[in-house]
């Protein structure tokens, strides 16, 4: 069975500070990883992605995260927060495979406020 | 592209009534989904299509049917609406890589 842990459902920084979003998974395969991000009354889009390779991954708008195995961590990050940064981030994991049909399963979600 | 379409948008029912959700994708997508999503529980799968043909169940299904009515369209069926559906509907297609992606979403009420 797989699951995401994402600590802390609202996150406050300051424009132009570190913006540390935190997420755990477990899987009993390798996983595939992802952040989502949600803006207020949109659906998902992707922000980045793991699947093999490359431990850290660089996705759009300037954030990045880092798959640690040794800690099953996926956390993203960004150097400098922009107001527009504002939104919903969901991290979710799925067993991977190259086939049509994967289970995805969602973490709950981390409310990112920007304080000007 | 327009990617994944939903409608409606917005639909308030009163308790006991019937509605249909549509979702249609321009991807070519095999595989097709419903969430819901509802404050603190981020998002929960209803059903899912793995191909066209196929339907199965996800964490969440009672209450609701669904129609993989050809590749493109996944449609969410609710037979007797109650105020615990009330909630944010998403559809999502995938292909390859796991990666989801997703419609705008329906908001609907149950009054």
């Known amino acids: 069975a797989q699951s995401v842990t994402q600590l802390g459902s609202h996150v406050s920084v300051s424009e132009g500070a570190l913006v540390l979003l935190r997420c755990n998974y477990s899987?009993?395969?390798?996983?595939?990883l992802f952040w989502y991000v949600q803006y207020p009354n949109q659906g998902l889009q992707l922000l980045l992605k793991?699947?093999?390779?490359?431990?850290l991954v660089k996705g759009i708008n300037g954030f990045e995260a880092e798959f640690k195995k040794s800690e099953t961590s996926f956390h993203l990050t960004k150097p400098s927060a922009h107001m527009s940064d504002a939104a919903e981030y969901f991290c979710a994991v799925s067993e991977g495979g190259t086939g049509g049909y994967q289970k995805v399963t969602f973490g709950i979600g981390t409310k990112l406020q920007v304080i000007p | 592209n327009a990617g994944v379409t939903q409608t409606p948008k917005f639909q308030v029912l009163k308790t006991g009534q019937s509605m249909t959700l549509q979702c249609a994708q321009d991807m070519n997508h095999n595989s097709m989904y419903w969430y819901r999503q509802d404050p603190g529980m981020g998002l929960r799968l209803i059903y899912y299509?793995?191909?066209?043909?196929?339907?199965d169940k996800g964490e969440v299904p009672n209450g609701y049917n669904v129609s993989r009515l050809n590749k493109r369209e996944f449609s969410l069926r609710l037979e007797s609406a109650a105020p615990s559906q009330t909630s944010v509907y998403f559809c999502?297609?995938?292909?390859?890589?796991?990666?989801?992606?997703f419609g705008p979403g329906t908001r609907l009420t149950v009054l």
């Open positions: 793991y699947t093999t390779g490359a431990t």
């Open positions: 299509s793995a191909s066209e043909g196929t339907t």
């Open positions: 999502a297609s995938s292909e390859r890589a796991n990666t989801q992606y």
């Open positions: 899987s009993s395969v390798p996983p595939y």
